[in-house]
């Protein structure tokens, strides 16, 4: 029997004092006062006078059927974290009851604090009130702007992903999180609950999790309340935990319930850490304890509503009514009153003092963890010189190497250095070897608390690598990890990243607004690397082609987001040690794992990803002048396919004068007036020209290159060449043939829109389609690419 | 105590003969052979002469890992499906494993029958060896070209909704769904688990789900292999199933375990279906069963490779060997002779007729299952006449609904009319009635088959609303509806539509694929109706604001994708009833839910509609000459904007001529030769002019106008204003102001481009700047719109 199983029998005693009730259920009918207001006053906040239709918002926008209970938890975690000094971070999954998370901010005094003219007396709480959803004001969901926060629970599905990121590293830390059985139906949300097999009992906080059955979404029962007790008990033993169950709607009753439960939980938390610290080991996988709170949707609101249940329905879900009908005023007024706001306010509108000393103090108060507020924490990585890693480059093309292997040796190093701080990880679905990546492995192993068998290759309770094949499950733990003040470094196959296209949408949304909140430190960015991408799928085909995931981040603000195409190794170095520095960003980058021509010297790297984009001279002939043609090139192998092309080129039209630019950074080609990064339009005309024709093979959808480059003079002149959904399982030269992005189709691009070639233009596209045709029986006869293709090599290389 | 649990206990016992075990032991090793073979060899599939390199593949692609386990569990499924004449659907979750999935459909025949030039004899087999993974051949994963499939598997955690789709209202089906342990480690795969509380054992078929263990992941041991046993089972059980475990490694005593767990299953559907269906009724909701078969990966594969170990190892799970090494030629000659072909082939190359028996015949066989070519079986919907539910519009602006409230009227009718045929269903995650298409209650329910309370509304097993908080739950389950030949509808807010991002990538693509396999029948297109927009996010705010799934759609093939943006409520009547009535596409319909203005007649809305773009006259004053500005339009916010926006032109400068073009159908604004849907340039130019400043309001991102609009002739004076990433909770009119895309806005953007305004440019500018400072005082004033905002009417509108 587990720690937390002995302590739930327990769980019918009475350990709190009838005053010790009181207090906690003064605090609770505290924050539902100013839950309530927030959702409905304008005005008159403390009821001195009777209410009046003026007081009453004009739109009555929020969320009250969460909100009880969100505040019903928070109450009694202050209560815990004040007796035991625990250090506790608050994460509402259903972040809608944002009114009862900033009514608990603004209890405790860190709003006030915070938002000086939101003070702690009657003219700060009508402002509290006044502010909530309203223009000007703050949004209806917690938000970066809410003390205390790491999760805005706008979108479902993400808490406990959170909560397990935020605590990784943070042996002191419990991270409280609240989850909704509406979000509990979520995919995300339902693989969420097996963080327990990555967390270290011994180096890691702990999360604890409260089931919050409220019985009702939208309009509909939630799943998990309307199923057995015994099945409901199942499953959340099947995901590993001891779940301690809190039912029932009598408010004194419940506060003695839940109490018993926190001892429980929180005594059953402390005795893993402590077996785990002191030797006990991590032989077995400690089975940690969770909360499941049963309690009514809009609990302590009204019953009815125009004869229609209302408190533990789903009527209950945002406001529970509107003010269309004149008896309402009456509701909404003995609504508030039930509270009895007299008992709870002095009469300057402050908290009295006998319910105020229930919450802890300074940082122990959940509105001002530190951790909440991440980057107050965050110290620099410690990184190598990048350089070291560089790969020799004699001459272009002279040297073969895997990109992100060479990268994989300065993560290692990365992870190396800052070992002792505890404050890198890497995180992948299964896919850290496969990228790859897989030098890590001489430092560290892949984070692991199931069980282990001899023939296992690098899992520890203490790895600092995180996979689990669950893009949802590495973003929300990289997110968890990354607000709290750490760093990390994410590698996905390219394709797949659209699985989290919309957690990504929020993690900007957040940082977007967080720069906006004065009180919120930069985080750390948020680093992607995209890999065994679409042009080298030979295992996988179709399925696995998708390079769209650029297309959904450049959506999103300029100044948030950055998306890399280092072209070889030494590129790859630069720009990887590049993302690793900066801060509040959103870094993509886009490299292969094949082994590949090295174009670069690391100085020539260094040099080419400063500016972002910039001309390879030794593949121009034009010599400072206009060039007749500018073949243009972004990705890995469409620079190899665009350099195959210039070498063709030099064969078969020696005289044509060809300028070579090659796309590190992707957003230098939108004007500067949209992204930070855009080249100005002279320096754009200047190497793209006013009006030669421009073939542009470019990693993805080729729209996206005339999306970003549309405004520039020479637009109209480009012509580009990349993903356009055609491929399957088949060979690297084959895909790209499909595609059209290959060098013959490049040679023919050039030769039908430059002028003047006469005659030799029909010779070139002759020769083109030949070789095409040569390709295309060859492939199909060996299954394997044309020798001449498959190792061609730039001129003068070895 | 379930039916499935009793027979548990029967899985000790011995049901097969020890004949029978050869025999399915003999299909077993054929398949093996055939997987392996498919994955290695070019030439010699029989191994009549000794194996020489020659014989071997060039390039060595596929998943060897999961392919033994689906074999088995195939061969296995045979036996009961030509005992009892089941009906069954086989989903192979581990897609990868196509060699597995491939070979079984050879062995029953099925793949010569489509495919006649892979015969079933030695040449047959030669080739379909070679064109496994192979320029011009196959893909690697289970694919539209593969008999018996309707699930690619190549990215995983989507086949088990799409089995819970494919058995909807389909009550003698049974859907054999296999899920790798690596797969269930995703969260959409975490949740399906939850189908069986929506599944109605009277009217529906069944699913059983094989959780196949083969413990291993690319490079990693998969969570539910490394739990304990007591922890799995609980989790099975809380999810609602009784698991039936099929645990080992030697085959012989394998076969039994798995008969007896098939024997136990089969019976235990028989039961809860029988009930279901004889008046025993659906009150308590059916614990189905399931299997648990737990066996190593790369089942009868090398044990070892190069002294480590590969059988039962992640080493096994793409190819397990190359032959880069001399001495892996011997290797692969005795593990291909482990099986024995002569055994299992007789002279010819064919199936010995002993075993060939063991399968069943006709379309009783998986790979030949109708349900999994649905578009044969197919049946049009019966619509009512849409125009039937048009809103009387006296004038434009004259009158105003609901759109979203009018198109549920439309479905209700819809629901209503395909209610005996059984073929019609509506999915959304809790937001049916949230969309505003509560009339359909008013003949179905939600499908509910957990707990129902009396005070809930409209739940029942029998409802075909089918609402889950999870998108990618509704999307599994649409999308298996579809492929099994039915219709359905999805709606959705927009913004969190993205959450199927990757799940619309991957049907998109095999409808792709499946449009080039012959014998694919179409399927009813796959169609979503946006609503609870960005515009209007009340409740809500920014993380509930993003219009980019349009942006995400159209990268995908053109001819696959269709974007519909009707304005007001008989145009989203038109584009609703087109959607039902086409096939094998992706329709996203985008349309507001809030109280809005309605612009046209229902004929108007016809001719506008099936043009897709179109000159307003009566919001014109160009009167067929060459206009000073178009104002383009496309959204029903914009549309409204727009209007107002061309009503402030006519007061403030009164002989401006302005032409106003709405776009219903985005697509018309590509180029003819990029989509169907397209305009001509001359189409294209008659509209927008050739050199005219256009404004265009558009409802998205606001770089989509131009990725769509690059190449038209008058491309370079386009000025498109949509929504770039600036909102909160506030006002409607205030969001659109936060973005710029107001009418205030938009006047001033048109005196920004058209020349020769003179003095009036300035005056106009200074009125519109006016006018949204007064915007702005009033609404952090009164938090909500100016009423002569919020009130505007079209003139002459009553």
Not at 130 to 145: C, E, K, L, N, T
Not at 445 to 454: F, Y
Not at 558 to 574: C, G, K, Q, S
Request: aromatic content about 10%; glycine content about 8%.
């Amino acid at each position: 029997m587990t720690t937390a199983e002995q302590d739930v029998s327990g769980a019918g005693s009475q350990p709190l004092s009838p005053d010790e009730v009181r207090l906690i259920n003064a605090w609770w009918r505290a924050a539902n006062y100013l839950s309530v207001g927030q959702v409905y006053l304008l005005a008159n906040p403390l009821l001195r006078e009777p209410l009046t239709p003026a007081h009453v918002k004009p739109r009555l926008l929020g969320h009250w059927g969460t909100t009880p209970g969100l505040n019903f938890i928070y109450a009694h975690l202050n209560w815990v974290i004040k007796r035991d000094h625990a250090n506790v971070l608050y994460i509402a999954g259903p972040g809608h009851g944002a009114p009862g998370v900033v009514a608990s901010t603004w209890l405790e005094g860190t709003y006030s604090e915070l938002y000086p003219e939101i003070s702690q007396d009657e003219a700060g709480m009508c402002r509290l009130f006044r502010q909530f959803s309203f223009p000007g004001g703050i949004p209806s969901h917690a938000s970066p702007d809410t003390p205390g926060s790491i999760h805005e629970g706008g979108e479902l599905g993400y808490s406990l992903s959170h909560a397990f990121g935020a605590v990784f590293d943070n042996p002191d830390l419990v991270a409280a999180c609240v989850v909704g059985d509406g979000e509990a139906e979520t995919g995300p949300l339902a693989t969420a609950w097996h963080g327990n097999k990555f967390l270290n009992p011994a180096h890691d906080g702990a999360v604890l999790p409260f089931l919050h059955l409220n019985g009702y979404k939208i309009a509909n029962p939630t799943v998990l309340a309307r199923i057995p007790h015994a099945e409901l008990e199942a499953l959340l033993r099947g995901y590993g935990y001891a779940p301690i169950f809190v039912e029932g709607d009598e408010p004194m009753a419940m506060h003695q319930k839940m109490a018993a439960a926190l001892d429980a939980a929180f005594a059953s938390i402390r005795a893993i850490q402590q077996k785990a610290r002191t030797g006990g080991g991590t032989a077995e996988r400690p089975v940690w304890p969770m909360i499941v709170l049963r309690s009514p949707k809009g609990w302590s609101g009204p019953k009815t509503v125009d004869g229609k249940q209302t408190e533990g329905s789903w009527r209950s879900h945002q406001v529970p009514f509107t003010m269309e009908k004149p008896e309402h005023l009456g509701l909404l007024e003995a609504w508030l009153r039930s509270y009895v706001p007299e008992e709870l306010f002095d009469a300057a509108g402050r908290l009295r003092p006998e319910i105020a000393a229930l919450a802890p103090v300074g940082d122990k108060r959940m509105s001002a963890n530190p951790h909440a507020n991440g980057g107050a924490l965050m110290r620099p990585l410690k990184l190598p010189d990048f350089r070291d890693y560089a790969v020799a480059v004699q001459q272009p093309g002279g040297a073969n190497a895997e990109a992100t292997r060479i990268s994989g040796g300065f993560l290692r190093d990365v992870m190396e250095k800052n070992a002792a701080n505890r404050n890198f990880r890497v995180f992948g679905p299964d896919e850290t070897a496969s990228n790859r990546l897989q030098d890590l492995f001489e430092v560290t192993s892949r984070a692991w608390d199931a069980e282990i068998l001899a023939s296992d290759d690098h899992l520890s309770p203490d790895g600092r690598v995180m996979e689990i094949l669950s893009e949802h499950t590495c973003q929300g733990w990289l997110e968890g990890y990354l607000l709290t003040g750490r760093h990390g470094f994410f590698s996905c196959y390219e394709a797949f990243i659209h699985i989290v296209d919309s957690m990504f949408n929020q993690h900007a949304k957040w940082l977007k607004t967080s720069k906006e909140v004065a009180w919120r430190r930069p985080i750390a960015s948020l680093n992607y690397l995209l890999t065994s991408h679409v042009w080298r799928q030979d295992h996988n085909g179709f399925s696995h082609q998708d390079p769209g995931f650029v297309d959904h981040v450049v959506n999103k603000k300029a100044e948030i987001v950055r998306v890399y195409f280092p072209p070889d190794a030494n590129t790859l170095l630069y720009v990887t040690d590049h993302c690793l520095r900066s801060w509040n960003r959103i870094n993509v980058i886009v490299a292969g794992k094949q082994p590949s021509p090295q174009w670069l010297t690391m100085d020539e790297a260094i040099k080419h990803c400063a500016t972002g984009i910039g001309i390879w001279e030794w593949a121009s002939n034009d010599r400072g002048a206009e060039p007749d043609v500018v073949m243009a090139c972004c990705g890995d192998v469409p620079t190899l396919e665009t350099l195959a092309a210039v070498d063709l080129l030099r064969q078969y039209l020696p005289d044509l004068k060809v300028r070579l630019v090659n796309v590190v950074d992707l957003m230098s080609l939108q004007p500067k007036t949209e992204h930070p990064h855009g080249l100005s339009d002279a320096d754009f005309d200047e190497l793209f020209t006013r009006g030669k024709p421009v073939i542009f093979a470019y990693h993805g959808y080729p729209w996206l290159i005339h999306r970003l480059a549309y405004k520039r003079a020479n637009h109209e002149n480009m012509h580009v060449r990349g993903f356009k959904e055609e491929g399957s399982t088949t060979t690297p030269f084959d895909m790209v043939v499909r595609n059209e992005l290959d060098r013959f189709h490049l040679v023919a691009d050039v030769v039908d829109r430059v002028p003047g070639l006469g005659a030799a233009a029909a010779y070139v596209k002759q020769a083109m389609r030949d070789r095409l045709t040569e390709h295309y029986h060859y492939v199909r006869e060996h299954g394997a690419d044309m020798p001449m293709v498959a190792n061609w090599r730039w001129p003068g290389a070895e």
